[in-house]
């Protein structure tokens, strides 16, 4: 399923976008307190994924709920998510309703 254009200029996406890039570098820092078996880095890198993670996924929702029906479904959305997250894309222009 293709991305709707709304999704484009819809905050709570972008946001969710974002959080999910900000949840890699936590991801990322994760694994690099495991490889160096410090205790202190894996807390850190984990409070930074667990953090962005409720972030990402109120952005999802909240953007799916304000979509036009009929919504795209959850699973697609997912897909959506991570191509637009590794994609940067510009918001599409605003019409000007008054002419």
Request: aromatic letters at 8%; proline letters at 9%; zero cysteines.
């Amino acid at each position: 399923m293709d991305e709707p254009a709304e999704l484009r200029n819809n905050r709570h996406w972008r946001l969710a976008v974002w959080s999910l890039r900000l949840g890699y570098l936590g991801l990322a820092v994760a694994i690099a307190g495991l490889i160096v078996t410090t205790p202190a880095i894996l807390a850190v890198g984990v409070i930074i994924w667990l953090s962005t993670t409720t972030v990402t996924l109120t952005g999802v929702f909240w953007a799916r709920s304000e979509l036009p029906e009929p919504r795209p479904g959850l699973w697609p959305m997912r897909w959506m998510l991570v191509h637009d997250t590794v994609r940067a894309r510009r918001p599409l222009p605003r019409r000007n309703p008054l002419g």
